[in-house]
């Protein structure tokens, strides 16, 4: 697979020019990751981790090396815009990519907070220390304490989002200028350091003891606080599409910017440790802030009451967002207001980047039509996504208006490690799905082991975050439950509708001239079981009042579009010619042809385009006992990811049913299961609901076969049904024995119980009879989607997983 091919089935319309360097794309992901992070948060970080920040940040750079690989293989196999969203959509599907969407547009918003907070900071503290403005004392409104910091933070959301409205945007040159300042002034400053502790060894390792004052918690606290710092390298894989030969370039960029990142925030740590001493100064203003509970400063012990017993590390935590700032005054001339400075262009850098990639994040789900509409429009003039702007912009000032600093980075943090779950796991499903069709740059080592560590480690880092900021998690949990709610309230069904209309096209229909509300849908594809399939369909559809469409799948090449699919289709409209006979004349009847690239598919979009209430399928009595499959790939599609009630028939070339058996033990399938049997003695058939006695409480049956029959009567159902008690050790032996005694030519039977991660579809009990009875079986399933839904998140997330697969033809038979 060449790399303008993408993942299988991932089509382009256009490409980007490749005009950019390993050296450009390398500093993309050190300016990134070398941003407003370590001036925000390097201070709140060390009064977590003491001295042992230096451990925390290299730490942090072993556990980002696992999805750092991860990021350095996927990118270097499919450079192209678009990364970790693209990969979750293809190897998880449009849910999982759904909430990547979603959880990307809330830690970049949530990030543009922090960065707004950051600025708000340095302005307020370089106008009232080197300035001498005076500014207002905060004001308390309700729970809220509205201080100069948030207003200023308020007004730089506003200014970025009036700023991605109006459709400015920074220019490269004045990006790289930002780049450029910010990581001079750490240089400058990390020169500085190391001089005085060279030139002081003593002092110097003397504030490293003890190296680990608050053990290792403290160290996973700081970890996971800065954790944003390290994730930058996702920008070098955004700009997969514009880099020359990105195969050897994208891996590179990714490893070469991490190693010289690493190794620069381990460095300031230990400057920040060790060339800083706790004056008068410092002791004073961290007595101040841990008073009033600002600068972020929470989850601290308290300042010592005498200056000799303060460590540097106590200090500079209770400075909070001010800590690196406060230290670089005395470790370079002018440090403070040189930090303060390059610290307002790096949030203000920062700023305009998480906006736009916030409102873009957004912007494209609404064009994808997973959030409304709005989210997509642009402006008429502009030409800029306004309505995704504004919300994105009024995002990030509440969340920076409402939350303390250290809760919007623990926030942002928890968000973006919960995103990078999903991308470990996309590379192995791409890998064993894909693995043999794509050309790699770089592969990563000990798969599936790499992000397998990734998955745990991101895990665990995010679970530990709870000891720090609960009101981070509580935060990140409530938005993605609403994110979860807007799916399947919302998105999910237009998600469903713009799949259908991608995979499954009709290329031939003929209408009844009559239409009714109920509908069953029977496709049709082997022309010896066509009529028992539709006269049950039609007695069914005569039952309710209703109509019947039959349907014949042409399947075409998964690498052939559709829209040349047609010359596969004559066959199948030959045989809805040849069936026309069966079709009743009091029933409507309407036929089409369809085209896909999978049959099991094909008929759930069908039967989702039409509004079908029942699929009535035909099955060949053979169990899948060594595959992935229960019933064959195609029912099994249809009865898990259907979007209505199903019925699997297994016939035996009889054109009708004389003599029914129904077994019933109550529930919504087996109410299915009478339904069709009614419908079937509409039509002559003598009907007998049976219940099977295994623990000798006979009065027990008939009292439930009596309600039975009582419910079908208040129902209006007036037919004549019989009733029967068996009882054997066994329950299927005693339905198969009954029914084989008794002279029944078809046994109907509901979905028994089934555990969410075994390959049946109807129950043990049901399939078993449908393999082993020589007449007629027909399996019904009631459709319950809530149950459906979390059953296909569980077996995709912890069933037996993906599997290699050879990408061809898929097969022609709806009854597979």
Not at 220 to 225: D, K, P, R, Y
Request: aromatic content about 10%; hydrophobic content about 45%.
């Amino acid at each position: 697979m060449s790399e303008a091919d993408g993942l299988p089935g991932h089509e382009h319309d256009e490409e980007l020019a490749r005009d950019m360097s390993l050296f450009d794309i390398t500093m993309i992901g050190v300016g990134a990751m070398i941003g407003a992070g370590i001036f925000v948060l390097t201070g709140l970080a060390a009064g977590q981790a003491g001295p042992g920040l230096v451990m925390a940040f290299a730490f942090n750079g072993f556990i980002t090396i696992f999805t750092g690989m991860v990021y350095a293989e996927l990118g270097s196999a499919i450079p192209e815009a678009g990364g970790g969203y693209l990969w979750v959509r293809e190897a998880l599907g449009r849910s999982q990519a759904f909430l990547a969407g979603w959880m990307s547009w809330f830690a970049h918003a949530v990030a543009g907070s922090l960065y707004t907070l950051g600025f708000g900071a340095f302005v307020h503290l370089l106008l009232t220390d080197y300035f001498g403005i005076p500014l207002f004392e905060p004001i308390d409104l309700a729970v809220l304490a509205i201080g100069p910091e948030k207003v200023f933070a308020a007004f730089a959301g506003v200014l970025f989002a009036y700023i991605n409205y109006r459709g400015a945007k920074e220019t490269g040159l004045a990006g790289n200028v930002v780049t450029l300042v910010k990581i001079t002034v750490i240089l400058v400053l990390i020169a500085f350091g190391l001089g005085y502790i060279v030139g002081h060894p003593a002092e110097a390792s003397g504030r490293f003891r003890p190296f680990l004052p608050r053990d290792f918690s403290g160290i996973f606290i700081a970890m996971g606080l800065t954790f944003i710092a390290f994730e930058g390298y996702e920008i070098i894989v955004q700009s997969g599409e514009e880099v020359v030969e990105p195969k050897k370039s994208v891996p590179k960029a990714v490893f070469y910017s991490m190693s010289i990142v690493v190794t620069i925030y381990m460095l300031v740590a230990i400057v920040l440790i060790g060339a800083v001493s706790v004056t008068p100064g410092l002791f004073e203003l961290a007595q101040e802030g841990a008073a009033s509970g600002g600068h972020g400063a929470t989850n601290l012990p308290p300042v010592p009451a005498n200056i000799e017993d303060a460590a540097v590390w106590e200090i500079l935590g209770h400075l909070g967002e001010f800590g690196l700032a406060r230290a670089a005054g005395q470790i370079m001339p002018y440090g403070t207001v040189v930090i303060l400075v390059a610290g307002i262009f790096s949030t203000l850098s920062a700023l305009n980047a998480t906006t736009y990639s916030s409102t873009r994040v957004s912007f494209a789900m609404g064009r994808d039509h997973v959030l409304p509409d709005a989210f997509g429009s642009v402006h008429p003039e502009k030409q800029t996504p306004h309505v995704a702007t504004a919300l994105s912009g009024a995002l990030i000032i509440f969340m920076a208006v409402v939350l303390p600093i250290e809760a919007v980075a623990a926030a942002t943090d928890v968000m973006f490690l919960l995103l990078f779950l999903q991308v470990n796991y996309a590379a192995i499903v791409i890998r064993r799905e894909w693995g043999d069709q794509i050309d790699y740059g770089y592969v990563m080592p000990y798969f599936p082991y790499v992000p397998i560590i990734g998955i745990l480690t991101k895990l665990a880092l995010a679970v530990y975050l709870f000891n720090y900021s609960p009101l981070a998690w509580y935060g990140a949990l409530a938005w993605i439950l609403v994110g979860v709610g807007i799916f399947f309230l919302y998105s999910r069904g237009r998600v469903r509708e713009t799949e259908a209309r991608e995979e499954t096209r009709f290329i031939t229909e003929e209408r009844a001239p009559v239409d009714r509300e109920y509908q069953v849908l029977v496709p049709l594809a082997d022309p010896s079981n066509a009529e028992q399939l539709i006269r049950a369909g039609s007695a069914i559809a005569r039952r309710e009042d209703g109509e019947i469409l039959l349907t014949s799948v042409a399947t075409v090449p998964d690498q052939t579009p559709l829209s040349e699919g047609r010359r596969y289709a004559d066959e199948q409209g030959a045989l809805l010619d040849n069936v026309l006979e069966y079709i009743p004349d009091d029933v409507p009847a309407h036929r089409t042809v369809t085209i896909g690239h999978d049959v099991g598919t094909s008929i759930n979009n069908v039967a989702y385009q039409r509004d079908s209430d029942l699929v009535v399928m035909g099955w060949r009595g053979r169990r899948k006992r060594f595959s992935d499959y229960a019933l064959g790939s195609n029912i099994d599609t249809v009865v898990e990811n259907g979007p209505c009630d199903v019925a699997v028939m297994k016939t035996n070339g009889a054109p009708a049913s004389s003599r029914v058996l129904v077994p019933t033990a109550g529930g919504p399938h087996a109410d299915l299961a009478e339904r069709f049997a009614i419908a079937y003695a509409d039509i002559g058939a003598d009907v007998t609901l049976f219940h099977a006695v295994t623990d000798g409480d006979a009065d027990a049956a008939e009292s439930h076969l009596r309600e039975r029959k009582e419910a079908l009567a208040d129902a209006g159902i007036d037919v004549d049904i019989d009733t029967a008690i068996a009882e054997r050790d066994e329950i299927d032996d005693a339905i198969l024995e009954y029914a084989r005694d008794g002279g029944f030519d078809t046994i109907v039977i509901g979905a028994a119980g089934e555990g969410i991660l075994q390959r049946v579809l109807f129950g043990e009990i049901p399939e078993t009879i449908g393999e082993e009875f020589d007449g007629t079986v027909v399996m019904t399933r009631k459709h319950r989607p809530v149950q459906s839904s979390l059953k296909r998140v569980v077996r995709k997330w912890v069933g037996k997983g993906a599997r290699a697969t050879d990408i061809g033809p898929s097969p022609s038979r709806s009854d597979d």
